[in-house]
């Protein structure tokens, strides 16, 4: 157990709609992490935020968007679900925002759109 | 452009014997580079991590190399374990990025499977 914790775990939904998926990271843990794993994708990395504001981006699409709230936890927002968009989506902590530092995941949210 | 990459998809060994994945990176200012390990249906655990300013780093039975002027890492287990059999990355990070930006960039996996 990483300590970070993510649901749901699984979520079907149809296309056009929009899910929220939920991140609470570990303890002490500053910066959260969002990434995606796609059937045939290695771990893309969507974005990074560290104590509520915005530290990077990946490659996430415009109709995806995240926030950190002041009690540390994260959403990611998806919408206008397309089929593409079934995926493994992780959320990551680490305690630190910077390079050096590990980054511990959670155990995904299934999104499967259909 | 794949920046950080496995190029064997999978990797069979038996038990016992040394388990070598191996991965290869572009980004020459990559300096912060990790191991993670994956079973089905859960999230990458952390292995093994090594900077830049050191060639080997060593923890019971994973060692990471680190060649630098090859661009090259490798992760060794031994000896290996049926437990082992599981989906490993290779990640990468760079303190250049602004020196606040740690995200990782991740190879696509080597699946090992250790036979017992």
């Known amino acids: 157990d990483s300590g970070v914790t993510q649901t749901p775990k699984h979520l079907i939904t149809a296309t056009g709609q929009r899910v929220t998926l939920r991140c609470s990271p570990r303890?002490?843990?500053?910066?959260v992490y969002w990434y995606q794993q796609s059937l045939d994708q290695g771990l893309q990395f969507l974005i990074q935020y560290y104590n509520g504001e915005e530290r990077a981006k990946g490659n996430i699409l415009e109709r995806f968007s995240a926030q950190q709230f002041p009690d540390l936890h994260s959403e990611l927002n998806l919408s206008s679900l397309e089929l593409g968009d079934s995926a493994l989506y992780f959320c990551a902590s680490s305690v630190e925002s910077g390079a050096g530092n590990t980054i511990y995941f959670g155990e995904g949210s299934w999104l499967t759109v259909v | 452009d794949q920046q950080v990459k496995q190029n064997s998809p999978s990797l069979s060994v038996q038990e016992g014997r040394i388990s070598i994945l191996n991965c290869d990176y572009t980004?020459?200012?990559?300096?912060?580079f990790l191991w993670y390990k994956k079973y089905p249906a859960e999230g990458p655990t952390f292995l093994i991590s090594?900077?830049?300013?050191?060639d080997k780093n060593e923890d019971g039975r994973f060692t990471v190399f680190l060649n630098k002027s090859a661009k090259h890492l490798s992760l060794h287990i031994v000896p290996s374990q049926p437990g082992d059999s599981a989906v490993y990355f290779c990640?990468?990070?760079?303190?250049?990025?602004?020196?606040?930006?740690?995200?990782?960039?991740f190879g696509k996996g080597t699946k090992l499977s250790v036979k017992p």
């Open positions: 980004n020459s200012m990559f300096d912060y």
């Open positions: 990640a990468a990070s760079a303190t250049h990025y602004g020196g606040s930006q740690g995200n990782l960039i």
């Open positions: 303890s002490g843990d500053l910066s």
């Open positions: 090594i900077s830049s300013i050191k």
